[in-house]
T-cell receptor, first 120, second 111 residues
Framework: GAGVSQSPSNKVTEKGKDVELRCDPISGHTALYWYRQSLGQGLEFLIYFQGNSAPDKSGLPSDRFSAERTGGSVSTLTIQRTQQEDSAVYLC??????????????????FGPGTRLTVL | KNEVEQSPQNLTAQEGEFITINCSYSVGISALHWLQQHPGGGIVSLFMLSSGKKKHGRLIATINIQEKHSSLHITASHPRDSAVYICAVRVSGGSNYKLTFGKGTLLTVNP
C-alpha cells in the first residue's frame, strides 16, 4: 500500500514569505508526527496529533510555526514569515497510536520522504 | 551535552567489513530505536530495543541498560548499506510517542 507522502519535495522561498508543507499519512494511521532535520543536527520533534485529542505542540520552535490536521488525515505545517534558520528538511511520520494507558506501548513510525525547505 | 550521542559521526568501510556504530545516552529510557536514512531522506525503522539483543539479517543491535549504551553492528557490509544510521530513545516517564534523536552516523561502504 501507499506510504506516507509529503509535498512539495523541495521548496525554495524568500525570507519573510509564508510556506505550507503537506503530509498525507498512511490510511488508518491515527497518529501523525512532524519533525525537523537541520543540517548537522538530529531530528527534532515539532508536533504530534492523535485522533481527536489536542495536539502536543511542545516542539514548535516559535509562534511562526503552526500545524493542522483536517479530518484526522492530511496535515499541513505552516511557517509564517520564514527566516533563514528555518531552512531544513521537514519530515512527517504516521503510526497507529500506542495505548495511552501503557507508557511502554509503542507502534512503529513510518516516515515520509520529507520536504527540503530553503529560505533565501 | 546532547542526551543522545553517537559515534563515530562518519565511518568509511570497505565492502565485507564488520561495522559497529555506537550510541550512548544520559537519561533513563523505556526503549531505544535504530533508524536508517538513505540519501533522499527516507527513514526506516530497523530495531526497537529495551534489553538484550536483536538480529535481522546482517544487522545486530545490542543494548546495555546499566551502561546506557547501545551498538548497531553490520556484518559483511555492502555498498547498499551506505546510509545515515540514527539512534533515538524514548525517555522513561515521558510520553510513549516522543523520541529524542542522536545526530546520526554517516556510513559509506566502498566496493
Amino acid at each position: 500500500g501507499a506510504g506516507v507522502s509529503q509535498s512539495p519535495s523541495n521548496k525554495v522561498t524568500e525570507k519573510g514569505k509564508d510556506v505550507e508543507l503537506r503530509c498525507d499519512p498512511i490510511s488508518g494511521h491515527t497518529a501523525l508526527y512532524w519533525y525537523r532535520q537541520s543540517l548537522g543536527q538530529g531530528l527534532e520533534f515539532l508536533i504530534y496529533f492523535q485522533g481527536n485529542s489536542a495536539p502536543d505542540k511542545s516542539g514548535l520552535p516559535s509562534d511562526r510555526f503552526s500545524a493542522e490536521r483536517t479530518g484526522g488525515s492530511v496535515s499541513t505545517l505552516t511557517i509564517q514569515r520564514t527566516q533563514q534558520e528555518d531552512s531544513a528538511v521537514y519530515l512527517c511520520a504516521s503510526s497507529f497510536p500506542g495505548l495511552a494507558a501503557n507508557k511502554n506501548s509503542y507502534n512503529e513510525q513510518f516516515f515520509g520522504p520529507g520536504t527540503r525547505l530553503t529560505v533565501l | 551535552k546532547n542526551e543522545v550521542e553517537q559515534s563515530p559521526q562518519n565511518l568509511t568501510a570497505q565492502e565485507g567489513e564488520f561495522i559497529t556504530i555506537n550510541c550512548s545516552y544520559s537519561v533513563g529510557i523505556s526503549a531505544l530505536h535504530w533508524l536508517q536514512q538513505h540519501p533522499g531522506g527516507g527513514i526506516v525503522s530497523l530495531f526497537m530495543l529495551s534489553s538484550g539483543k536483536k538480529k535481522h539479517g546482517r544487522l545486530i543491535a545490542t543494548i546495555n541498560i546499566q551502561e546506557k549504551h547501545s551498538s548497531l553492528h553490520i556484518t559483511a557490509s555492502h555498498p547498499r548499506d551506505s546510509a545515515v544510521y540514527i539512534c533515538a530513545v524514548r525517555v522513561s516517564g515521558g510520553s510513549n510517542y516522543k523520541l529524542t534523536f542522536g545526530k546520526g552516523t554517516l556510513l559509506t561502504v566502498n566496493p
